[in-house]
């Protein structure tokens, strides 16, 4: 009798009690991990608004100090170099008044533009933070996506001119905030445009990627903010 009894209470199964208690645990476990999710997301955000802000002003701040764009800065190196041991390793620019940043160069800082000695003169004149000495695609910032920040010149998205900072690599979901929260929410209209990326690269503010619909989650983007 005491053998059938012990046989019995091994083969007793989980109560309706403890299995409501393991799926209430499992549901607070998932509830947790998509909100922690959604906190890195909008940490993610804020910090892309703060990097065009930042950078923005720190280029004003750099045409107010110095009477010329950040980038287009020069045409003699020694007019740069002898600011000061931060401004040994800039490159000039030819100083035409116009920062010369093709789309197609936005995140690759060629050599043959301004884009990446954009970035270099604001460093070096203290305005972000950053190795001066860095040059083409090395002194393009890193975005908070995994992407780059490169600046472009040249007219995207159905004709939004002037100078723009641009972010590679960006969410769908992030692209709707940062829109939503710097301009109009509309990828195809305003100061802030989107077009179409992919995953893991930095794609150019191509014409041929610009928006023709909403913004989807599915999707990735790369944005630009005129400044």
Not at 140 to 156: E, K, M, R, S, Y
Request: aromatic letters at 6%.
């Amino acid at each position: 009798m005491k053998i059938g009894k012990i046989q019995k209470a091994k083969q007793r199964g989980f109560t309706l009690i403890e299995i409501a208690i393991v799926l209430v645990i499992i549901g607070l476990l998932l509830g947790g991990v998509l909100q922690g999710q959604q906190l890195i997301e909008n940490s993610r955000v804020k910090s892309a608004i703060n990097d065009f802000t930042d950078i923005a002003t720190g280029a004003f701040s750099y045409q107010d100090r110095y009477g010329r764009l950040p980038g287009d800065d020069g045409p003699n190196l020694t007019d740069l170099t002898g600011r000061g041991d931060a401004w040994a390793d800039v490159v000039q620019g030819d100083a035409d008044g116009v920062i010369d940043a093709a789309a197609a160069d936005t995140f690759t800082g060629a050599a043959a533009g301004e884009s990446g000695d954009f970035f270099q003169h604001v460093r070096a004149a203290g305005f972000i933070g950053g190795d001066a000495a860095l040059t083409e695609d090395q002194a393009l910032p890193q975005n908070p996506f995994g992407g780059l920040i490169g600046v472009t010149t040249d007219a995207i998205n159905d004709g939004l001119n002037g100078t723009k900072l641009c972010m590679s690599n960006v969410t769908g979901a992030a692209a709707i905030a940062l829109d939503t929260q710097l301009d109009d929410g509309d990828g195809a209209s305003g100061r802030f445009r989107g077009t179409l990326g992919a995953a893991g690269e930095n794609t150019a503010p191509d014409d041929t990627n610009a928006l023709t619909a909403p913004y989807s989650e599915d999707d990735i983007y790369t944005v630009c903010y005129r400044i």
